[in-house]
């Protein structure tokens, strides 16, 4: 011992830290630790500097800041002996990552190791380079590696097969150079180097063709062989897991074989034999053995289909799925989710087992369980499954929820043949968690009970049941608010009674008892309460002897701190008060709210959230259901560029959009300003704060609100709520495309050529639309619309008819003829002239209907088209 | 491929890391904190694998100590429960009968053994005999050296007194 050394040795280190009682204890023993340390590397300190080096990798485990000891790990590499590099290398693994700019020091020092005269230094090198190299590094030193891939010594050779695995994953393109020497390593009978040999092919045919064709055809009979080798040979201790000879191996050369077999017939066939006699011959009772049956089954379900071994393998599962042990019953699951794409119907069998899985008391198991049976429903098992999981969503615990409810409600949406086994699971789901069900659903949920006039006194009925049990959720509650405020009247007379009810006795008073709970909840959020609010105000129509009580609630909440109920409250009792005469017409229920509109806007809402910048659905030729997700798009792009949205930041750009777009009449900057009459005020009430519904009115909308952008977390949901305030009079199911396209009118340049447009397109009709400017009025586009039939039937009687908004005036020439021919064998045009009083600021929009008769029947298509290029 | 392997105990000390794949440090720390909240607080019967992020965890108790191999989504589970236990038994058969106090004072030993074990996250030896010899033989080259430096180190205290 060097009599001048100073510090203490690691085990003392680390037994004064074990000694610590307080974390402040340990962190200045750290700290005087560091210290010294520090000082010692100052020193350039040469014999206690692997000591150190220890220290700092313990001090590094407790997670504290160790970078001042990465030149060390560098020094101590580059030093002579083996065991100041053998800490080096280890502290070099354990401190840095590929990431350090310090880790290209070393490469020097790497190169000369794997050169080293000494084996075990070049076994550290390798195993270094193996863990923590860069592509820079991989690049430099494949070579190296590559020639120690034939070195004498069994044990580098694996560790240079295993460090080839990692610089071909940095480096795909040194695959090639790799192709030969690994091929030649699945001859060897080393079964480390075996193993590794294996592994580094399966990794070269993951990311070279090359490699995958090559290896299939040459060495595919070999590995089959080299399997029925070690599947056959006799006890060997050294590799002797619970009766089984090296299952590692196995499992290896079962996943390489599954890639080989993949997609190729010849190969698939030729290993067969052994698959089906790993299937039958491997003991299950360990788990060596079911880990090598689950691998064998994944390859079997994997190579090129073969009905005998297919239904082994499925047996097996099926032995799996029953098993005691929650490990064996957690691969079958996870197995049975890929076996359903090839085999669904086997998979159906099990589905008893499965859904008790959901129940299982394993979060694991139950995860992947449910994921299980997700996939497994369909038309005919829907009902039972769904009762099933909404039996167990009553007892689950509270994480699996969410979970559970999301996926029931996707199940229950995509899978409902009728209304009222809609309605009613919908409810269910609600009571039970209505808390975790997301806007979207129950949004869904309102635009289908919209659509079912003659479910409507049921559905107010049951939610009214359904509010008295559970009033603690959310969402339940927003549903019931909405549908009370709608159907009412049909509460309190039983009116539209189905069979299978009880008749309840509600009266006018119960009904309102039941909004002005929502309104006082301490729970409820603006929105809800925002939403009892309309609730009050239709009721009170309907409700004329309650009208006294509701004007009181709402006065309540005329000085309430939140702008928005203030706003509304206010509002409505002046309605109350003073428009009596107008006031039921204002106030009438809802039109049916448009599905395919719905249906169209969340899809693109969902892929807007995803990924925003989504062109494509631009271009689409006008259905119905004009995406709104595009129109996103370009305002986002609006407020990057600087263009003259007048104050482009956040919720506020999208309030700014809103004065933009107002009709010509109001003010532009409008979105704050008092109201100007009840009625105004009154029409965008009617379009309340939710995002699924639209208004649509016989008066223009003018919109003066905030409302839309509080209620709404995500930005798509906002633009959501503009389409549906921004629209002309007639249209009841905008897409609002064409509103927010004006904005950019200003910022782009006004060719003088436009393109032509598919302005319609269905599966039996085509419109497209060719455009010329005449050169007195720039105005005035002509547009000459050709109709072609993409049926097989000829169309008579033929007519095409358009409408616009107010700003455009439209002038529609006579068609060329009203008969067109079939299959695209001749066409119709039809001359049109629009003229546009907004010209630059808004751009053209156009409500088509084209009736024809086929086969003497009628048949009618409707359409809007915003996709007019911009500019006209 | 195994993405790291994580050696905690009961009280949520680590005991060992190695990453095969780059994490920083504080994805490190953040890491391990959340697994070893999910790992140690469930119950003994319960399956020995955790869906984590987009991999699998796969861990197993030892006494004080659980055993963790992140792992991804199509790797199999149950051979990495085997992994984790040839690994153990390596450590078993050097330490003679292991326990968590022989891992915190020769930490780096865990490390040396784990590295004849995997690299880049793969399995490179099935043989417990052969990483036990190759680990023994690379112990007797350390002894070597301290041996013929002690011995030098005596000779130059010798001339110089």
Known sequence: MNPFSSGTRLRDMIRAIRACKTAAEERAVVRKECAAIRAAINENDQDYRHRNLAKLMFIHMLGYPTHFGQMECLKLIASAGFPEKRIGYLGLMLLLDERQEVLMLVTNSLKQDLNHTNQYIVGLALCALGNICSAEMARDLAPEVERLLQFRDPNIRKKAALCSVRIIKKVPDLAENFINPAASLLKEKHHGVLITGVQLCTDLCKVSPEALEYLRKKCTDGLVKTLKDVVNSSYAPEYDIAGITDPFLHIRLLKLLRIL???????????????????????????????????????????????????????????????????????????????????????????????????????????????????????????????????????????????????????????????????????????????????????????????????????????????????????????????????????????????????????????????????????????????????????????????????????????????????????????????????????????????????????????????????????????????????????????????????????????????????????????????????????????????????????????????????????????????????????????????????????????????????????????????????????????????????????????????????????????????????????????????????????????????????????????????????? | MIQFVLLISRQGKVRLTKWYSPYSQKERTKVLRELSGVILSRVPKLCNFVEWREYKVVYKRYASLYFCMCIDQDDNELETLEIIHHYVEILDRYFGSVCELDLIFNFHKAYYILDELLIAGELQESSKKTVARLIAAQDSLVETAKEQASSISNIIAQATK
């Open chain 1, 261 to 872: 077999g993949q997609g190729d017939a010849d190969a698939s066939d030729s290993m067969n034999d052994i698959l089906a006699q790993v299937a039958t011959k491997t003991e299950s009772n360990k788990i060596a053995g079911n880990a090598i049956l689950y691998e064998c089954v994944q390859t079997i379900m994997s190579i090129e289909d073969n009905g005998g071994l297919r239904v082994l393998a499925i047996n097996i599962l099926g032995r799996f799925l029953s098993n005691r042990d929650n490990n064996i019953r957690y691969v079958a699951l996870n197995m049975l989710m890929k076996a359903i794409t090839v085999d669904t119907q086997a998979v159906q069998r099990h589905r008893a087992t499965i859904l008790e899985c959901v129940k299982d008391s394993d979060a694991s198991i139950r995860k992947r369980a449910l994921e299980l049976v997700y996939l497994l429903v369909n038309e005919s098992n829907v009902k039972p499954l769904t009762k099933e999981l909404i039996e167990y969503l009553e007892v689950s615990d509270q994480e699996f929820r969410e979970d559970l409810t999301a996926k029931i409600c996707s199940i229950v949406a995509k899978f409902s043949t009728e209304k009222i086994w809609y309605i009613d699971q919908m409810l269910k789901v609600l009571s039970e968690a209505g808390n975790f069900v997301k806007d979207e659903v129950w949004h869904a949920l309102i635009v289908v009970i919209s659509n079912a006039p003659d479910l409507h006194g049921y559905t107010v009925r049951s939610l009214y049941r359904a509010f008295q049990a559970s009033a603690e959720q959310e969402s339940l509650v927003r549903v019931v608010v909405w549908c009370i405020g709608e159907y009412g009247d049909m509460l309190v007379n039983n009116a539209g009674m189905l069979d299978i009810e009880d008749p309840i006795t509600v009266t006018e008073a119960d009904a309102v008892d039941i909004i002005e709970m929502a309104m006082k909840r301490h729970t409820s959020d603006i929105t809800t309460k925002a939403m009892a609010l309309i609730a009050l105000l239709k009721l009170s129509s309907r409700f004329p002897s309650c009208s006294e009580r509701i004007r009181d609630v709402t006065i309540q909440h005329e000085g309430n701190l939140v702008l928005e109920l203030q706003q509304r409250s206010i509002e409505f009792n002046s309605i109350i008060a003073k428009h009596q005469n107008i006031r039921s017409t204002l106030v009438e229920r809802m039109p049916v709210l448009d599905e395919a509109t719905f249906i169209g806007r969340k899809s693109n809402s969902m892929a807007g959230t995803a990924s925003i910048p989504n062109g494509a659905s631009f271009n689409l030729p006008n259905g119905v259901a004009k995406p709104s997700g595009a129109p996103l798009v370009d305002l986002l792009d609006l407020s990057s560029d600087d263009a003259p949205a007048p104050s482009p930041a956040g919720s506020d750009f999208l309030q700014d959009l809103l004065g933009v777009d107002l009709s010509p009449a109001s003010q532009q900057s409008g979105v704050n300003q008092a109201p100007n009459s009840g009625t105004n005020v009154l029409l965008d009430l009617l379009s309340i704060g939710t995002p699924s519904l639209q208004s649509s009115s016989s008066i223009p909308v003018t919109t003066d609100i905030l409302l839309s952008s509080q209620n709404n977390k995500t930005p798509v949901a906002p633009l959501d709520e503009l389409s549906s305030l921004s629209l002309s009079a007639r249209a009841t199911s905008i897409a609002g495309a064409a509103p927010m396209m004006d904005l950019l009118d200003e910022m782009k340049d006004n060719g003088p050529v436009y393109p032509s447009i598919i302005a319609f397109e269905s599966s039996s009709l085509r419109v497209t639309f060719n455009f010329s400017k005449p050169p007195e009025n720039s105005q005035t586009t002509l547009i000459q619309a050709t109709f072609t039939n993409l049926s097989p039937n000829a169309y008579t009687d033929f007519v095409f008819q358009a409408a616009v908004p107010k700003f455009l005036q439209l002038h529609l020439d006579p068609a060329s003829s009203n008969s067109l021919p079939a299959s695209g064998n001749g066409s119709i045009s039809q001359n049109l002239r629009i003229t546009n009083s907004h010209q630059g600021k808004k751009s053209l929009v156009m409500r088509i209907r084209i009736a024809y008769k086929v086969n003497g029947k009628d048949a009618l298509e409707e359409g809007q088209i915003n996709n007019f290029p911009r500019g006209l």
